[in-house]
DNA sequence: ATTGTTTATCGCAATATTACAATGAAAAAT
DNA sequence: ATTTTTCATTGTAATATTGCGATAAACAAT
């Protein structure tokens, strides 16, 4: 039904759902690797480096925001854009311990 | 119009999306657990441990097949799923270096 | 007050995703 | 051959996502 059953999973899982969807969509791929890649914030110019139209950009932030993994802030009249060192932080562990809950030396296949 | 537009973004970018959306729904998450935690292949018997029906486990390991992190054996009358080690590690690496191009100590915000 | 600049939001259209019942397919077991 | 078991696929319904034009909001500068 395009209804995630968020509350028969466990917080932890549906957290990493959310932390995993902030890459999954190569637009926020590119507006993170921007961010990242700057040490300064980013004053809206992301528009301009990105095919994509200022409604749909302006879009995919909000989402970004939603997540916590980027920070906006109003310096009228624009906005500011940087990553959130903390949820960035809490994303490297996060994916960090999940990729190490597998060892390796599968008996089969 | 929910059509991304794949052919706008680097190889690079589409590759680390399709790789997080295997994280991207709680479900998913919890097969790649479930899988990544036992040593041998999972006999079909994932459809018990989730709460989820027969059709949208199915569906959702098709999707993981799809990216390539999970293998299938088919073993009549079941089929065996396991991680498939190779692409494990290619998300493993693709998100590591990810999370690094990110060094910190903002200047604003 | 008006204008210009920048960003957010609304409304719409199209496609994608999620979920499940029902059915199909494939092979072992009876 | 029929039944049973297991998994995939199909069909259907509902919600979510993606994208963009148009508009609104907020503020600076004139």
Sequence with gaps: MGVTKTEIF??????VADLAKAFAHPARVAILQLLAQKKACVCGDLVDELPLAQATVSQHLKELKRIGIIKGEINPPRVCYCINEVVWEEARQTFGSLFDIYVGASTCC
Tied chains: 1, 2.
């Design 10 to 15: 466990t917080e932890q899982q549906n957290r």
